[in-house]
Structures are given as C-alpha cells and as structure tokens.
C-alpha cells in the first residue's frame, strides 16, 4: 500500500530467505551472478546457467501452492523467479556482449520449469511474468546490514544480482541502491500530494500552499539522492549487466517474443524494467496537470502504467482524477505565491528528467549503439518527449507569477535546455543515423 511515510516502498523489508521447498532456486539464485558473494566466477561467467536451469530445477509450483495466502513472501518468489528467467533469456546476448560482438538473439522459449512457477506467483502478487522495476528488480530486492540502522543507504543490501552487485561497493548495486534511496523520500511527497488536493478541493490556499511546498522539499530530496548516481555508479560499468534487464517487446534479441512453456502456446511479450517505471514523476505528472503531447512517444509513456505494482497504479489514477475533477492547475495560477510554488514544483520534475537524461547519455548513448532502452522505448527521443514538455509549461506558468529573480532563472534555465536537448536530440539521431 502507498504510505505518508514509506512512500512508494513496501511496507515491510523484503523477505530474502525462502523456505526450503525452494531451495533448487536458491542454488541456482546464489551461483547466478558474474560475480557470486564469495568472490568467484558465477554461472553467468562460464555461460552454464541454461544447463543447470534444465538440470537442477523441478517444477515448484505445488510449493507456491502452498504458501500462495502469504503476499510478501510470494512477492519474494516473484523478484526470484524473474531474475531468473531475465538471466535464462539473456544469457547468450551477454555472452556475445562480452565479446564485443552485437547482442544476437535471446533464447526464444522459457522452460516450463521457470514459466509455470513465475506465470502463477505473477498472478497471484498482480505482476507480469517478467522481470519489473519495483516488484523485482529494485524496491523489492534489497535487505538491511542491520536491522537498527533502517534504511540508511550504507545498510542497504541487494539481495539479487546480474554482474557484481553482491558486493555493495560495485556499479550495479549503486545503480540499484540509489533508486531505493530515492524512493526512500517518497513518503513526504505523497503526504504534500494527498494535502494539495484536499486543500484545492476545500479551497484553503493556506493548507494548499502547505501542500505545494511538501511537494517541492521531497522533490529537493529525491533530486540530491539521484545525484549521487555518479558517483556510486561507474558509466563505464553500466552496460556490462544492463544486458539482463532488457526485455522482450520492441528488442532485437526477441523478434517473436518468447514461448513460455506449458504457459501459452503464442510466444509472449513483455517491457523490460525501466526506472521510467517508477511512481514518483508519473506521480507529479497528475498532480501539476503536466500536458505531454500525443504522439507514439506518449502512448509507450501510458504503456508503463502496466508495469507498476497494482496499489502505485491505484493512487496514480486517484491523483490524476482528483487534480483533473478540482483543476489544480488552474487553482494555482489563479493565485501568484501558489503559482510560484507551481512552477517551482515543475523545476524540480524538470530537474530530475535533465538528470534522467543526462544519464542516458553518458551511461547509454556513449557507450552502445544498441536503439533501444531497457522498456523498449526509442534510446534517442523518448526522455526528449516527455522533458521538453515539462520545460514548455515551465515557461507558459512562470508568466502567471509576480516577478522574482529565482524565477527568471528557472525560466532562462528552461529555455536554454530546451534549445541544448534539441541540439542534441538531433545530433544523436544523426549520428545512430549514419552508424547504421
């Protein structure tokens, strides 16, 4: 459930042990990554995790059967079950990665000893049978060092991992890590939503420019933590295990989708995880009223909502009705200290989408030519699409405030990355262009 103070995160940390009808997953869980928790090679290292997938593991659906009225532990078995068809599928692709050839293609069909199990824990916690950002890959797949040191980031643990991400030092856990500690934040942002609405729709200007300044301080948070990506997250390093977290629709290494065995006879296709697929921003994207323009960009941007834990999706859909039903916007425009505090909120969702793309470019764009994200999305145009709206109604709201220094900053910002991202924009397509 969505909280005032845990946020987006779950409830309760993650369960990371599972009960030993499962422990031929956890073999395999434990001997996946490049680099196991004891320092040596791991399955994925030798290119052996297919055989012992086909070797070593029984069908454990009956077990899931019998702990299916336990939801935290079945979301356990979910994120288990998902990074490990995600290795299974990949496998040959990062093979091939590492030895700088292209990608190829994946393995077309999921065993039914992995399909079954993960098709069944999926419905029951109300995910896709594929690996997704919150339910397996980030906000469910962490641990505490220690339990009276709470959610600190240097006591925050992966419990799963592709590449080096056991150790807590290594590119991938801080890729993952840091997400958390976003998210971490979350919990004053929804709190600064919930009183926003409540107060436009009381008319309270008092309790909404309360609301409002909630709202831009978690932004402020949210903003710092994501900076610190650089630092705990080589660029470099990034593409060396971004090669397990892509997914089936729209990539090259699946043109079919994938058979999931003793599941659907039609090959299947699902989004990769993407931190695209966090609440956070879509969350703000509601609440201001963020007018995104309609093309197909769009459309894959309405597409993730699928992808999102079902109580996410739930109060997404409720801030977006409730802003819409009370014109939130409108309301804060119609007042110039709120609709100071407006546009000062749309700086801080701009702000991290600079940021988001920004990493794009130095972890991605500089380093594969590969078309696609993880979500399938164009690599190129799809951040572009949704940034350039936030800067376009920066500047239209900035002219509804009485004039201030810090606002023509933030106007002169927007309009001088709105002209730098086309720049950009069109330098990239250009030279993907000219590489294929």
Not at 80 to 86: E, G, H, K, V
Request: glycine content about 6%.
């Amino acid at each position: 459930m969505v909280s005032t103070t845990r946020g987006f995160l779950p409830r309760q940390t993650p369960i990371h042990a599972l009960p030993p009808q499962f422990d031929a997953l956890e073999s395999l869980l434990q001997r996946m990554p490049i680099k196991t928790a004891s320092g040596g090679p791991g399955l994925l290292a030798r290119s052996a995790l297919g055989a012992a997938v086909l070797q070593e593991l029984p069908d454990l659906c009956n077990a899931i059967e019998q702990y299916k009225e336990d939801l935290p532990l079945m979301t356990a078995i979910y994120r288990d079950y998902s990074f490990l068809a995600s290795a299974y599928l990949l496998e040959p692709c990062h093979t091939r990665f590492m030895q700088d050839l292209p990608y190829g293609l994946g393995r077309q069909s999921l065993p039914s000893n992995i399909s079954r199990p993960i098709a069944k824990v999926a419905e029951i916690v109300g995910f896709k049978p594929f690996m997704e950002y919150a339910g397996s890959y980030a906000l469910f797949n962490y641990r505490l060092a220690d339990l009276h040191l709470g959610l600190e980031y240097s006591n925050l643990r992966l419990i799963r991992a592709f590449e080096h991400g056991l150790d807590p030092q290594s590119s991938e856990a801080g890729f993952v890590l840091v997400h958390i500690a976003m998210v971490k934040h979350s919990g004053p942002l929804v709190a600064g939503t919930v009183e926003a609405l409540h107060a436009c729709a009381s008319k309270d200007r008092v309790a909404f420019r309360t609301g409002l300044s909630k709202v831009v301080d978690a932004l402020k948070m949210v903003n710092q933590v994501m900076n610190t990506m650089w630092a705990k997250s080589s660029p470099g390093s990034y593409t060396q295990f971004r090669t397990f977290i892509f997914g089936i629709q729209s990539q090259s290494m699946f043109p079919n989708g994938v058979v999931y065995e003793g599941v659907s006879e039609e090959p299947l296709s699902f989004r990769g995880e993407s931190g695209a697929n966090d609440s956070m921003i879509p969350l703000c994207d509601n609440l201001l009223q963020i007018s995104m323009p309609i093309t197909p960009l769009t459309e894959i941007l309405q597409d993730f909502r699928a992808y999102r834990p079902g109580n996410h999706r739930e109060f997404l859909e409720w801030v977006e009705r409730t802003s819409r039903v009370c014109e939130l916007k409108r309301y804060a425009l119609e007042d110039p200290e709120c609709a100071a505090l407006y546009v000062a909120a749309l700086d801080q969702v701009r702000d991290f989408r600079w940021r988001h793309w920004c990493f794009a470019r130095e972890y991605i764009l500089k380093t594969t030519d590969h078309p696609t994200a993880t979500g399938g999305s164009p690599i190129v145009t799809w951040l572009p699409n949704q940034l350039q709206a936030v800067l376009a109604q920066i500047i239209e709201a900035a002219t509804r405030c009485d004039k201030r220094g810090w606002l023509d900053d933030i106007v002169n910002n927007a309009i001088s990355q709105q002209h730098k991202l086309e720049k950009e924009v069109k330098r990239y397509c250009k030279e993907r262009i000219t590489l294929a």
